[in-house]
């Protein structure tokens, strides 16, 4: 059988597929930010319910759930627990405290929940990664209806939804744009599914990624074009960085104990001895360049972390304020810690909440490291690590979980494959996932 046989083959792979591929519909319907949540929720009642059952059918037992998802669940719990302890001691009350806790199950729970689907429930990376390719299909589709709208000068944001009426970060998370105009400069951009530009850059990248494991050809040359297209109109620096540096930090990350990089490595050490300086100041001039092509948002940006830093250090080191605040004209009225992750973190949780995130990273980087000398699966975790720590700097993470929620199934399918090669006993047959007649991914990656 050919690699175009990857077909939903089960309950979970249908609803994931049909959540990823119905993307446009979702968000033509300003309904994108809910679908997220509640797919989290219908994977995890799934989870329990086979628990249920499991002494009646054993064949839907779910598999046991790996040491690295137990890592992001402790630490997303205390994620909650920083949450609360922070509103008492901050004072904040209880319609604030129950608020910011629904903020949580929308953003920081699904960190730990999709990983837990991927890894236990029967769900095969080839269908997450074949519907990325459907949905790239569909952008490819679209992206010439958006181009003349802004050609047309039609309106850029067509209606807010409703919907916008369950709660979430702000209006933008709910509303339908067609493309935008950037303030600093009047260019334009295009946001595509994402509440904004930069976003929809992580939205490419992510598309890209799903393709560099595609095992069809046809499938993966889509999603790497498309894939680079979004982020090319987003004109995300960051997406674009991304771009470039991804296909060789995975190339080397992921060969490590090979003898010819360790040669390599040895000849490239020898080579920078003698031309660093020249290289250095390469680099320096290319970063001054990265910056400088919107010097605008970069001092914003820079602006927001160095507040948000003095803040945590000075007011609350240990717990965080526990809730973000609007920050003065000089910052463009936008939140303390926004636009970071860690400043966010250290900003509203403190060291504690900086630490319940660095941990499950850490982990996830040393067994996925492992795993990628030996497995396709930990490539893609590997490359699922490198796209959350990478956008991690830029963005924060728990407000983009809704769409990079593919990229944490794929996380959760590279765990199940790292418990099975540490299992001393075979997973049952009943239970086991296997990549049945796809082929395997592309052997470059």
């Known amino acids: 059988m050919g690699a175009n046989c990857v077909v939903p083959e089960n309950a979970e792979e249908r609803l994931i597929f049909r959540a990823i591929i119905g993307g446009w519909i979702f968000y033509g319907l300003g309904a994108l930010y809910v679908v997220g949540p509640a797919l989290a929720v219908s994977l995890l009642g799934m989870f329990c319910w086979r628990h249920f059952v499991a002494p009646v059918r054993p064949a839907l037992r779910p598999t046991p759930v790996p040491a690295g998802v137990w890592v992001w669940i402790a630490g997303m719990a205390a994620m909650l627990l920083t949450l609360l302890v922070a509103h008492i001691e901050n004072e904040l009350g209880f319609g604030q405290t129950l608020k910011s806790t629904i903020g949580w199950t929308k953003g920081w729970a699904l960190l730990a929940l999709f990983p837990l689907a991927g890894a236990c429930l029967r769900i095969?990376?080839?269908?997450?990664?074949?519907?990325?390719?459907?949905?790239?299909?569909?952008?490819?589709?679209?992206?010439?209806?958006?181009?003349?709208?802004?050609?047309?000068?039609?309106?850029?944001?067509?209606?807010?939804?409703?919907?916008?009426?369950?709660?979430?970060?702000?209006?933008?998370?709910?509303?339908?744009?067609?493309?935008?105009?950037?303030?600093?400069?009047?260019?334009?951009?295009?946001?595509?599914?994402?509440?904004?530009?930069?976003?929809?850059?992580?939205?490419?990248?992510?598309?890209?990624?799903?393709?560099?494991?595609?095992?069809?050809?046809?499938?993966?040359?889509?999603?790497?074009?498309?894939?680079?297209?979004?982020?090319?109109?987003?004109?995300?620096?960051?997406a674009l960085l991304f771009l470039v540096v991804f296909p060789l930090l995975l190339w080397v990350l992921s060969r490590l104990v090979k003898p010819r990089l360790l040669t390599m490595s040895a000849v490239g050490g020898a080579l920078f001895g003698i031309v660093g300086d020249a290289l250095l100041s390469t680099f320096q001039d290319a970063v001054a360049a990265f910056k400088g092509a919107r010097a605008d948002s970069t001092r914003v940006r820079e602006a927001l972390g160095r507040i948000a830093v003095e803040r945590w250090q000075s007011e609350a080191p240990v717990w965080g304020h526990g809730v973000v605040i609007r920050g003065s004209h000089h910052v463009e009225f936008m939140p303390i810690g926004s636009h970071h992750t860690w400043f966010g973190l250290l900003y509203v949780k403190g060291a504690v909440g900086a630490a319940a995130l660095a941990i499950p990273l850490a982990w996830t980087a040393v067994e996925m490291l492992l795993l990628a000398q030996v497995e396709i699966a930990g490539r893609i975790g590997l490359s699922v690590l490198i796209m959350l720590v990478f956008y991690s700097f830029g963005e924060n993470l728990e407000i983009l979980a809704y769409l990079a929620w593919p990229a944490l199934l794929l996380l959760g399918c590279a765990f199940a494959r790292a418990r099975d090669c540490e299992s001393d006993e075979p997973v049952p047959a009943a239970t086991r996932v296997e990549p049945t007649g796809c082929g395997t991914a592309a052997a470059a990656a």
């Not at 709208?149 to 009426?165: C, D, G, I, K, M």
Request: aromatic share 14%.
């Open 124 to 238: 095969r990376y080839q269908v997450v990664i074949r519907a990325m390719g459907w949905f790239a299909l569909q952008t490819a589709c679209i992206t010439p209806v958006l181009v003349l709208a802004a050609l047309a000068h039609l309106p850029s944001r067509l209606f807010v939804s409703p919907l916008q009426a369950v709660g979430g970060p702000g209006p933008e998370f709910f509303a339908v744009y067609l493309y935008i105009v950037d303030p600093s400069n009047g260019a334009l951009r295009w946001q595509f599914v994402a509440p904004w530009a930069p976003a929809a850059g992580m939205m490419g990248d992510m598309i890209f990624m799903c393709a560099w494991f595609e095992a069809d050809r046809r499938w993966r040359w889509l999603g790497l074009i498309i894939g680079t297209l979004v982020v090319l109109m987003t004109k995300s620096r960051m």
